[in-house]
Every structure is written in C-alpha cells, then in structure tokens.
C-alpha cells in the first residue's frame, strides 16, 4: 500500500501524520489535557498552565487548523474545546487523553491548576483586568 492510497476512518495518511506530529509537542499535550474538561479561552490557559498569550494562540491554532480543537467566540472571547468529531475518527486521541494523560504528572499538577482556577469563579474578563493590573496599565 503506498502512503496515496492510505486512508483511516475518512482521513488520509498525511493528515495522520500531521496530527502525529502535532501532539508530539508538550505544549499542546497540555492544552489538550485541560480542554478535556470543558472550553477554555485563551487567557484561562494561560493563566493554568502559565504559558505566554503568543504561545498558547500559536499552539491552537495549530490544534485549530487539524480540526483536533473547535472554537466559538462569545462576545469579546474565543472559546476553545475539544472537537468531538475528529476524536471519534481518530479515537488514538480519546486513548491518550482518556488514560495515558492521567498517567503523567505534568497533566496531573496541570489538571489540579484548572480545578484550582475554576474554584475561584474567575472568567475570562476578571483574569484580564487582574493581568491588566499587574502589568500597571
């Protein structure tokens, strides 16, 4: 079988290694782990897994442009999440993030930051005027 011809579950070879290639970076792993749990904006992920504005937003839009993440903007934020869709087609996906990261510390310490975040009854807004604040604007 030569790599044209290659198809898995509706996609095809170079999307799957695209994807591949894709969650082998440990920042999106992180981003992925959290948005397990529910969507997310861009400053509640950077606040969780303490990562700057310009990374996480290259890291999903990567995620983005694979269809592994979905977004929806809600007035002034955009709202990030798992796409449950590409998951189901690729269901390697649901493994990792249903048992293997469960398995990793990092996820662990990161899993325990966004229950710790969501506690708080922050938003998205009330991070952003705290951010605001600290930098003295």
């Keep these: 079988m030569n790599i044209e011809s290659y198809n898995h579950r509706g996609g095809d070879f170079l999307e799957l ?3 591949l290639k894709a969650l082998g970076d440990e920042s999106r792993i992180k981003i ?3 948005l397990r749990e529910g969507g997310l904006c861009v400053g509640e ?3 969780i897994l303490g990562m700057t504005q310009s990374n996480v937003s290259r890291h999903l839009n990567r995620l983005a442009s694979l269809n592994i993440i979905t977004y929806e903007k809600k007035s ?3 709202y990030y999440k798992i796409n449950e869709d590409k998951i189901s087609e690729y269901p390697f996906i649901r493994q990792l993030m249903d048992v293997e990261m469960d398995k990793i510390e990092l996820c662990r310490k990161d899993t325990e930051m966004l229950h710790c975040y969501k506690q708080s009854g922050m938003t998205c807004e009330q991070l952003k005027e705290c951010t605001n604040k600290g930098k003295g604007l």
């Design 76 to 78: 002034q934020w955009v």
């Design 32 to 34: 992925l782990n959290i």
């Design 17 to 19: 290694v695209r994807i």
């Design 45 to 47: 992920i950077e606040h």
